[in-house]
């Protein structure tokens, strides 16, 4: 054994490593950080051109990433934030809730998607997902809708699309505002129509993890002018006139403040990143399906429980991989192997903890882990390996190695 304990995979319990199993995978020097996102020079380039043009507070780099957004997903009125949690908070303000209203969402989601109900008044009712897909399950939504129910909000979780029929359906019948979380799902699609622009307001995430990356950075799509224009005026102050309205090239103008608004407003600094980003969201997501892949091919005769295939006539965004590790078939607990990993100086993570893990939701909304068992299993046995366009082949190798090796001594 070296003489570095940081240098040693931890024995576990069951488990004699051998030396040679016990020499971590990468040296410590190389740790592979989860979810490093790839820069090129083209988005460098635009940010040094931002800044030398005077101009990095929200103006014309930040209206064309809306364009390009909006194109991209395939119309609908584009507001840039300055995190999906503004556009979620945002979209739920402009769902108009009143004190009490019912949200309901899944347990298997970043707190994110709960605290932004909170914020606008709500009730966060939670839904528990498919032990399969993960998503949240349509005919559990079912059973939790009261009277006071006022929308839904569904997480692509992973990048995997829901099952929109079944939830556009539900939230026609009752009336239902409906708000997609689209943080892992710029790339989906589900029946030929990308997610995001099957309800009321789509919600996207350009955080350093993500599929897009401005560095913090989001997104509302909305079929709805009226709601495009409130929300905008919300993100910046409640101000009826933007910085570039009344500094930029036309000459100073008068502003009146029409709401209490939010400093959510996002940058041209950061539209200069994330429009070379979304040029290249195809490149990328073809290098993270390859990754994808390779992990299934070399994970098949390991016992972890690796992703099911995408849904017949979806575009899955592979977002995330999340293996189970499940401790009765692996003999090692899922907190020992994210321990193991980590020896083997490779980043990973937990997406997610269900949300009645958390002492704010038991203690305010008094919501148990078992109410929501399939959340709550996958929750405790999940690990997102590293799956970024940033990896080489020799990262993606030596994940496989860790993986494997972990799993087989
Ligand atoms: C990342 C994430 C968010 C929040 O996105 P930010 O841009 O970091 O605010 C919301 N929901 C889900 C499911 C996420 O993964």
Redesign the pocket.
């Known amino acids: 054994m070296s003489s570095h304990p940081t240098e040693t995979v931890p024995v576990t319990g069951q488990h004699r490593i051998t030396e040679a199993q016990s020499r971590p995978v990468r040296p410590k020097d190389r740790f592979l950080v989860f979810g490093a996102p790839k820069f090129e020079q083209p988005e460098i380039d635009e940010v040094i051109a931002c800044m030398q043009s005077g101009w990095i507070g929200t103006g014309p780099r930040t209206a064309q990433f809306e364009k390009a957004m909006s194109d991209y997903v395939g119309g609908g009125h584009a507001i840039a934030v300055n995190?999906?949690?503004?556009a979620?908070h945002l979209s739920m303000l402009g769902a108009g809730l009143k004190p009490g209203d019912e949200v309901i969402t899944t347990p298997l989601?970043?707190c994110?998607?709960v605290n932004a109900i909170i914020h606008a008044d709500g009730a966060p009712v939670l839904a528990d997902v498919d032990p399969q897909t993960m998503n949240i399950n349509p005919a559990r939504i079912a059973e939790k809708i009261t009277p006071r129910t006022r929308a839904i909000i569904p997480?692509h979780f992973a990048g995997r699309a829901c099952d929109m029929d079944a939830i556009v359906a539900l939230a026609k019948q009752h009336n239902l505002l409906l708000i997609e979380?689209c943080?892992?799902a710029i790339e989906t699609e589900y029946h030929g129509r990308k997610a995001g622009t099957f309800g009321d307001f789509g919600c996207f995430?350009?955080?350093v993890t993500?599929n897009v990356v401005t560095g913090?950075?989001?997104m509302i799509l909305t079929p709805h002018e009226a709601d495009a224009a409130r929300l905008k005026r919300l993100a910046l102050h409640g101000m009826s006139k933007d910085a570039w309205h009344r500094f930029g090239d036309s000459g100073y103008k008068h502003y009146a403040v029409l709401d209490a608004g939010f400093k959510y407003n996002m940058m041209d600094l950061q539209a200069s990143i994330g429009l070379h980003q979304l040029a290249r969201v195809e490149a990328n997501w073809q290098r993270r399906r390859a990754i994808w892949q390779r992990y299934d091919q070399a994970f098949a005769n390991l016992p972890i429980v690796t992703p099911v295939p995408p849904q017949p006539d979806t575009r899955h965004a592979y977002h995330l991989y999340t293996i189970l590790v499940e401790q009765e078939r692996c003999g090692i607990s899922r907190d020992q192997f994210v321990d193991g990993m980590t020896a083997h100086h490779i980043g990973v993570g937990v997406?997610y903890l269900s949300i009645p893990e958390h002492p704010f939701y038991q203690q305010h909304y008094h919501v148990r882990p078992t109410d929501y068992p399939h959340a709550m299993h996958i929750g405790r046995q999940t690990v997102s390996l590293p799956l970024t366009p940033a990896l080489s082949d020799d990262d993606v190798r030596d994940v496989i190695a860790a993986v494997t090796q972990l799993l087989s001594s």
């Open positions: 995190s999906c949690t503004a979620l989601t970043f994110a998607t997480v979380d943080a892992h995430s350009f955080y993500k913090e950075g989001g997406h």
